[in-house]
């Protein structure tokens, strides 16, 4: 089985960063794709950044020049470097990984990490 564990979350202030991390372990075979999501209380979760296998990136427009992903490959490890954090950033951010498994090097699985909670005051 495939396993997503994060860290890195925590309470900071306005202005202040935090560093979230997630590492994938398992029976894995390629991770495609690798990012964060975040849900606020009352909202849907959405993508916050994501780096597939190429290199390619995307982030939300709200954290663009905030936050910078980067991804360990060797490690199966994604971070997520956060910046001039805002109170509105305060979230359950959770890890995501598109991938294959070792037993079924075929098709593509989503898998999920627990969340972690990042809480900005103001």
């Known amino acids: 089985q495939v396993q997503l564990v994060e860290s890195g979350g925590g309470l900071v202030q306005a202005g202040g960063s935090l560093r979230l991390s997630c590492a994938a372990s398992?029976?894995?075979?390629?991770?495609?794709?690798m990012g964060w999501y975040r849900q606020a209380p009352g909202k849907q979760r959405a993508l916050v950044a994501a780096?597939?296998?190429?290199?390619?990136?995307d982030y939300e427009s709200a954290v663009k020049g905030r936050f910078t992903i980067s991804r360990d490959n060797n490690k199966n490890t994604v971070y997520l470097q956060m910046n001039s954090l805002k109170p509105e950033d305060t979230a359950v951010y959770y890890c995501?990984?598109?991938?294959?498994?070792?037993?079924?090097?075929?098709?593509?699985?989503?898998?999920w990490g627990q969340g972690t909670q990042v809480t900005v005051s103001s």
């Open positions: 995501y990984a598109n991938l294959k498994h070792q037993q079924n090097p075929v098709n593509w699985y989503d898998y």
């Open positions: 398992g029976s894995i075979f390629s991770i495609n794709v």
């Open positions: 780096a597939n296998l190429r290199g390619d990136i």
